[in-house]
């Protein structure tokens, strides 16, 4: 029985090394591990977490932070005989192998191998696989793609700005799902926030989003592509009459969900392989009149971890049963709803792939259309040896990256005045509005959807 319905298809699920989307992802700066996990900052040197195994792209590496505060990346099984490299000590400026001894420093090189005789030349003719480290914003990055494609790294303002509070999630959320395409399809489904998130929540079925109600036209929506992939926007109904919900979420390649609100942030879905995802998240919440906003102190004393369900088991979405569980202290936050819808995509005919071909897709998946489009860009784009989307080179990438993501209650007048603005003038409107300045829109606190 074939894995897979076509070559295609194929295509657009693997990670690994060598694979087509996985050479995509190896274009670009991908957070590996969140700085705290890490440990071992200068004066905890080496600390007790450090070293830490982490598992990206189908690849099995150990991240280490040397006696300098320097984290670096190295191919976990040791290039003399194999040993897990998570069991040996870090030193000032090495890991050690703890069978033999290797001493490896961040960039591979053996520097040490104590059991050779005096005078060995081996160090010198083995480079161990190593990957580039860059830390900002709590978070450590590291870029697993060829050294002589290697971008810069991109400046987006929530991760460099400092006038404000950075809200940076404990990487404790694992998504298990068919494949890694379905996460970032999901980030482009618009039509699953009523029904998913609302209506199997015990709320009335779908109606701030529609096709026509209430003698309403339709609600304005559209999907559209950006220099760093693609976005949509949407104005729905909310509650009270005459306010409604201008919502811009962008799918930033290869796999960040942009989210607007009071804390605009980024959420990278990292393959882990080709069937889990790990959740990186910041959130950046500008000081209004140099104090923090009202919605950032509630979630400094919030004690659920931002990414989510940490230390939970495997099977935590089995364990907490069906629909009307709605009070199981594990269900948090909206996690629970899109890992089930998600999780649940795959075929066991297919080793738990999705079986594409079986699906039936409608005018409401657009934006997973769109998305499998462009990532179909990216392989073919990648293959012709050019830079995959959104990788920005020379002194543009010394700017700051101002993604127009944002929530916003307004009039429908000026909701649509901002809906038919181009993106253009959408970053330069919103880089202005801070909370206090934004005179009569509030934003929104940010929704984990
Ligand atoms: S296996 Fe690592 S030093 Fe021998
Ligand atoms: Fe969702």
């Known amino acids: 029985m074939p894995v897979f319905m076509n070559e295609e298809e194929k295509e657009l699920i693997q990670i690994g090394p060598a694979t087509p989307s996985g050479e995509v992802f190896r274009r670009y700066w991908l957070p590996v591990e969140v700085s705290a996990n890490l440990g071992g900052k200068p004066g905890s040197f080496p600390g007790f977490n450090n070293p830490l195994r982490v598992r990206v792209l189908s690849e099995d590496l150990v991240l280490f932070r040397d006696g300098s505060g320097k984290p670096s990346l190295l191919a976990e099984h040791c290039s003399h005989r194999g040993t897990s490299l998570l069991y040996g000590r870090v030193e000032e ?223 935590w979405v089995e364990q907490v049963g069906r629909w009307w569980n709605l009070g199981h202290p594990w269900r948090q936050g909206q996690i629970w709803e899109d890992e089930v819808a998600m999780g649940t995509q795959g075929d066991p005919a297919h080793d738990g792939f999705p079986d594409w071909e079986r699906w039936h897709l409608g005018t409401s998946d657009r934006g997973m259309m769109l998305n499998h489009q462009l990532w179909r860009e990216q392989i073919d784009r990648v293959r012709e040896g050019l830079d995959p989307i959104g990788i920005i080179r020379g002194h543009a990438a010394e700017e700051l990256i101002r993604v127009p993501a944002a929530q916003f209650h307004l009039g429908f007048d000026e909701a649509m005045r901002l809906f038919n603005m181009s993106l253009e003038d959408r970053i330069a409107e919103f880089s202005h509005a801070t909370p206090h300045s934004a005179g009569p829109r509030v934003a929104e606190p940010t929704v984990r959807r």
């Not at 033999?100 to 104590?114: F, K, L, S």
Request: some cysteine; glycine content about 10%; hydrophobic content about 30%.
């Open 93 to 315: 400026n090495c890991l050690r192998c703890l069978y033999h001894g290797w001493a490896y420093d961040g960039e591979g090189n053996v520097i040490d191998t104590p059991a050779e005789p005096p005078g060995s030349n081996l160090k010198h003719t083995v480079r161990h696989p190593s990957y580039p480290c860059f830390e900002v914003a709590g978070l450590i990055f590291a870029y697993l793609g060829p050294q002589d494609k290697i971008p810069p790294f991109p400046r987006y303002e929530e991760l460099f700005r400092e006038d404000g509070v950075r809200l940076t999630g404990n990487g404790g959320r694992i998504q298990k799902s068919p494949a890694f395409l379905q996460t970032l399809d999901n980030v482009l489904d618009v039509w699953h926030r009523d029904i998913l998130h609302g209506w199997f929540k015990g709320m009335p079925p779908r109606t701030t989003l529609h096709w026509g109600q209430n003698g309403e036209p339709a609600s304005p929506l559209k999907y559209e592509r950006s220099p760093w992939g693609a976005y949509y926007i949407y104005i729905a109904n909310t509650p009270k009459a005459g306010v409604y919900h201008y919502h811009e979420t962008h799918a930033v390649f290869p796999c960040v969900r942009h989210v607007g609100g009071s804390g605009k942030g980024l959420h990278w879905a990292v393959p882990i392989d080709d069937h889990t995802t790990r959740w990186f998240s910041v959130s950046f919440h500008p000081t209004v009149d140099s104090h923090p906003q009202t919605d950032v102190a509630q979630s400094l004393l919030d004690p659920r971890p931002m990414d989510g369900h940490a230390n939970l088991p495997d099977d």
